[in-house]
Each structure stands twice: as C-alpha cells, then as structure tokens.
C-alpha cells in the first residue's frame, strides 16, 4: 500500500511538473485596442470592438503557443488621455495597438509608437492622406483619402451632372473630415472641374450654414462627419426646403445614420468599399457568425476590425509579436472579406469601392 501511495505521488509531482513547464513556454501576447467608447463618435469604436472580439474568439484567444488577453481603452477623444493609454500601454509590453477611431486620435497614438520599432499599430477607420507615403509603425486595412481613391466616386459625380459641390466638415476630427474634402476636391479639379465653393463646418451656426448654401447654390453638398453630426446637418437642409443633392464619407454609413435622419436621408449618396449585401462565402460566413452572436448587422467598420485582426493572426502564426510589420511586408495580400488587401511597402491599401444610395430607409448599390 506505502509502495502504491509512493508511486501516485510520483506521477502525480511528475504530471505537475509537465504541467508546469508547458504553461512557462507558453508565450502571452497583448493586444492593446485604443479608441472612443463614449461620446459621438463611440458608434465606429463599440463596432469595432464586435469584429476584434469576434475574430479572437473564434480562435479562443490562442494562435498556437501564444496565448492572447486584449486590453480596450476608451481615448474618451482626449489628447492627454490618449498619450497616457500608449504610455501605459509600453509600459505593460504591448506591442500591437489595434486603433484608434479618428485619424487626429490616430496621429496622436502614432507621435509616440513611431519611437519604438518593435511596436506595430494598425487601423479599421483613419484614412488620412496625412500618413500616406511614410515608412513608420503604422499600417491600416482602410484606403487612405488620397486622389486616387476618389476616382470611381468624382466620375459617377460628374457622370451625373453635379458641377458646383459645397463641402462641410466635422472640425472635431479635421485630420480625416477636412483631409477627406481637401482629396476629394483634388481628384474632382483634375477632371477639369472647378474647386468647391465653400468649405462649411458641422459646428457651424446652421442657419447661417443653410443661408450660404442657398447663396452659393451647388449642385451638389458633400459631408465628411459622424452619423449624428451627418444626420443632423441632413435634416436641418431638408427641414429648410433644399432639395439639393447630398453625399456622405463612409464615416457616416452606419445603421444609426439611418435611424438618426429619417425620411431627411433618403437619397444620401455614399461611396464605400464594403458592400453590406455582398454574396461571396467569405463575407457570407463572417456574416451569419456576426449575426448569431450580436443579433444585428455588422457595420463597415466591424467588418474592417475583423478583417485586420485576422491579419494579426495569420502574422502572430509565422511568428514572433515584434515581427508582425516585418511578415506583413513579406506577404503583402491577404484575403479580405470581399476582396483582396493588397499593402504597399508604407502599409497603405488598395480596395475596390461602389457607390451606394439610401432607398427606402436601407443601403442599395447602385449599378
């Protein structure tokens, strides 16, 4: 019996002891996610957070022996805030930031990222031209607001006739709202068009804006700001009696734009690169999981933050979390959930886009 009780001992401290060393070699990973989960803009960071969490749980937070905890932060949209979240966020290692919502949030995280090479941040929203073209830590699944990017969206404007375009912007968040006009403006003057008649702001007094609108008389208005701020300015346009023509950025198309406006949205042209009633089985698995799980439809922006962190996951898979750049790099296309990302060497993307109209209160693509 002595001899027994020995013997299970013995595979009981030799078991321990496997179970000891195993847990020891496996690695954790920290993800940090930095972003506005309050306040206006909080719409893009609680969607995103739904396709990072999606994507990690489908993989129980393990790629092999890393073991992954990811850290969420609210940046509240405050600079110093923010700063202290990176700060802390070098401080207990991380080193892969996904965010942040904004692009002026983005540039702030990017001033102290930049300095740590062995760091990598990436994001579903900032799309400012501003961070074209650099070599830093900075990489993005969103196409930047380049010229180029507007071809397809100032063709179909021209195609339609709409010569004379006022612009407005959130100036909460001018590195991508105004960034967005200013490219925008570009590819349209390119065409032989002429520059926009004004540049207005959300914040503005909105019945000065309306009376300038009426004033300058463009064929077109064009709105660069969050689905509320969007929404609102929409309302009060058609609350005035202006029947003209109104686009939006994609910051704006979301399902709260919709349900914010009303009937005042109908009409509202957008031009994305996500189509939400895309057919192809990738975007159609991803779907009917984000469904199951949320009981609603994903947003572009849940889409995109699933979208990167299966990027981070394939990278974590070749290896080690201070080399996500380096693999990224090497591969450079990744299958999205309705096409290709194909990275150049400054981490910036190239995607398909489709012009979209709202009817009858949903997103329909037109042809």
């Known amino acids: 019996m002595r001899k027994l009780i020995i013997s299970l001992v013995v ?8 179970f000891v060393y195993n847990s020891t070699l496996q690695e954790k990973v920290k993800i940090g996610f930095i972003g506005a989960l309050t306040g206006k803009y909080s719409v893009l960071g609680n969607a995103m957070i739904n396709g990072v969490l999606l994507a990690f749980e489908e993989r129980k937070y393990k790629i092999g022996d890393k073991q992954i905890e990811i850290i969420f932060q609210d940046d509240k949209g405050d600079i110093e805030l923010n700063k202290k979240i990176i700060n802390q966020f070098i401080k207990d290692d991380v080193k892969i930031v996904i965010g942040n919502v904004t692009s002026s949030m983005s540039k702030v995280s990017m001033s102290i990222i ?8 990436i994001s579903a929203a900032s799309a400012s031209n501003e961070f074209t073209g650099k070599d830093d830590q900075f990489f993005r699944v969103h196409v930047a607001n380049n010229a180029q990017r507007f071809d397809n969206f100032t063709d179909f404007v021209i195609d339609k006739g709409y010569k004379k375009i006022y612009g407005i912007y959130d100036p909460g968040n001018p590195t991508y709202t105004k960034d967005y006009l200013e490219n925008f403006e570009k590819s349209f003057m390119s065409k032989n068009q002429d520059a926009f008649l004004a540049f207005g702001k959300t914040n503005e007094n909105l019945g000065d804006l309306v009376a300038d609108i009426k004033e300058k008389n463009p064929d077109m208005i064009l709105i660069c700001a969050n689905s509320v701020d969007a929404a609102k300015v929409v309302q009060y346009i058609r609350l005035k009696g202006l029947p003209t023509v109104i686009a939006s950025s994609e910051w704006a198309q979301t399902k709260q734009f919709i349900e914010n406006g009303g009937k005042s949205v109908e009409g509202v042209i957008f031009n994305i690169d996500l189509d939400e009633n895309a057919q192809n089985p990738r975007y159609q698995k991803f779907l009917k999981r984000y469904q199951a799980k949320y009981k ?9 933050a699933y979208e990167l962190s299966q990027i981070i996951i394939q990278m974590l898979e070749k ?3 201070t080399d996500v750049k380096k693999h990224l790099l090497e591969q450079k296309v990744f299958n999205g959930l ?18 979209f109209v709202i009817k009858d209160g949903k997103y329909v693509r037109v042809k």
């Open 296 to 304: 609603d439809n994903p947003s572009i922006f849940a889409s995109k």
């Open 11 to 18: 595979v009981i401290f030799v078991f321990l002891s496997i």
């Open 114 to 121: 930049n300095e740590h090479k062995d760091m990598f941040m």
């Open 319 to 321: 290896g080690e979390q």
């Open 338 to 355: 309705q096409d290709e990302i194909v990275f150049d060497e400054y981490g910036d993307v190239i995607r398909n886009f489709y012009t």
